[in-house]
């Protein structure tokens, strides 16, 4: 199993600062690496760790359990975080920490269509049982609706000329896996104005993942929602893997700055020692912020 190493750890539960008897939410278990080390910290409190993805969940409990026992597990999105409190019978929190993003082991699993390097089906749900599939996007959204996404969830320069070339691709075939769409996308940018570290399909492969699982929406949604129900001196920490992620957070802590102490003026990034041990991490950013007396 490729192995999901937590982007930040150390600065995300430094920031989240856990109360021994304080209930916190890990709204993106994923492989309870965030998780366990809450867990380790509670006594008399309580960690709900959700997640949509229910193999990621079998998995993390396993490991989450040997930290400590004082929690719950929901195989849901965070984008539901007030049903899933309303269901647990929680009206205030202490804390919530996001790792946002699609996870190693996502990418690593050719069949959940996450890669642009392993060919699979044209899937990318983070929760298999939603309705909405790559292939429904790539094959069955409009041109224009298409460099729409691209464009505003890949900013991707490229975005108008992809989408056409999709578009053309298709009137003769379906385009059937991650490999075929990839190698289309690599074909309409000129291999000299690729990137030098950037994968010429990234940024479509972001796009589309986040219009399947609604992703954008869902963390305005959850930030509201961890906003209403947050203790004073209740900590939100975010840490994000690209822009837009990133700016709907500062945009947040910044529209409720009269009841946010915003705790990191600038983003965390992680050091060279932990992008070199894990290049995933170059991306991330954290930040962070602690509710206040109005």
């Excluded at 856990?18 to 492989?31: H, K, L, Q, R, S």
């Excluded at 269901?87 to 996450?114: H, T």
């Excluded at 996308?185 to 000129?190: A, H, L, R």
């Amino acid at each position: 199993m490729t192995e999901h190493i937590p982007v930040l750890l150390k600065k995300a539960i430094e920031y989240l600062n856990v109360n021994p008897e304080g209930i916190y939410i890990d709204a993106t278990m994923g492989f309870g690496g965030y998780s366990k080390e809450i867990l380790k910290k509670i006594s008399q409190g309580m960690l709900i760790g959700v997640d949509d993805d229910k193999e990621a969940i079998s998995l993390a409990e396993k490991e989450i359990q040997k930290a400590g026992k004082r929690y719950q597990i929901v195989n849901d999105n965070f984008g539901n975080l007030e049903e899933i409190l309303k269901n647990a019978g929680i009206l205030q929190i202490n804390g919530i920490v996001f790792d946002l993003g699609v996870s190693s082991y996502q990418l690593s699993k050719a069949e959940r269509g996450f890669s642009f390097n392993l060919k699979g089906p044209l899937d990318m749900r983070m929760n298999p049982e939603a309705h909405l599939t790559a292939y429904e996007v790539v094959n069955g959204y409009p041109q224009e609706k298409l460099f729409e996404i691209f464009q505003n969830y890949g900013e991707e320069r490229w975005a108008k000329k992809i989408a056409e070339n999709i578009a053309n691709y298709r009137h003769d075939k379906s385009i059937e896996d991650t490999i075929e769409l990839s190698e289309i996308i690599k074909g309409t940018i000129p291999k000299n104005l690729w990137e030098k570290h950037l994968h010429p399909a990234t940024r479509i492969f972001q796009a589309i993942r986040i219009e399947v699982n609604a992703e954008l929406e869902n963390l305005e949604k959850a930030l509201k929602t961890s906003l209403k129900h947050l203790k004073i001196g209740g900590r939100i920490v975010v840490v994000s893997f690209h822009s837009l992620e990133d700016r709907i957070v500062k945009h947040f802590f910044q529209e409720n700055v009269d009841r946010f102490e915003i705790l990191t003026k600038k983003p965390i990034s992680p050091d060279a020692g932990e992008i070199s041990n894990n290049p995933r991490a170059r991306s991330a950013k954290l930040r962070a912020a602690i509710l206040r007396l109005s």
